[in-house]
């Protein structure tokens, strides 16, 4: 069983910066792929971005956070972390993390085992 937990969200301006930190619990940390996605008013969640499990070798985007979003991890802290640049108003919305047991990182939600709560991300223009 792996607990998530989301801080640093908050109200920022466009253009501005923010990192979103994920917390987990459990001594299997780095064995989990982690994932964050986001929810925004009126939209079905979606996928923002996914690192590998371990040494997070591997990262993937959705097209419209390329270049401007950065996903990392912090095995000794049990952290992941969402580093958002750059902000547009359309990236409003309540991010979460997840955690994917699976080999490979996916973009799909429904492969991903465990959420947090949600952390809410406002950009205002």
């Known amino acids: 069983q792996v607990q998530l937990v989301e801080s640093g969200g908050g109200l920022v301006q466009a253009g501005g910066s923010m990192r979103l930190s994920c917390a987990a619990s459990?001594?299997?940390?780095?064995?989990?792929?982690m994932g964050w996605f986001r929810q925004g008013p009126g939209k079905e969640r979606e996928f923002v971005a996914a690192?590998?499990?371990?040494?997070?070798?591997?990262?993937y985007y959705r097209d419209s956070v390329k270049g401007r979003f950065t996903i990392s991890r912090d095995n000794a802290k049990n952290t992941v972390y969402l580093q958002m640049n750059s902000l547009k108003p359309e990236d409003t919305a309540v991010y979460y993390c997840?955690?994917?047991?699976?080999?490979?990182?996916?973009?799909?939600?429904?492969?991903?085992?465990?959420w947090g709560q949600g952390a809410q991300v406002t950009v205002s223009s």
């Open positions: 997840a955690a994917d047991r699976a080999t490979y990182i996916y973009t799909s939600q429904n492969m991903y085992d465990y």
């Open positions: 459990g001594r299997t940390f780095s064995s989990y792929a």
């Open positions: 690192i590998s499990r371990s040494g997070g070798g591997s990262t």
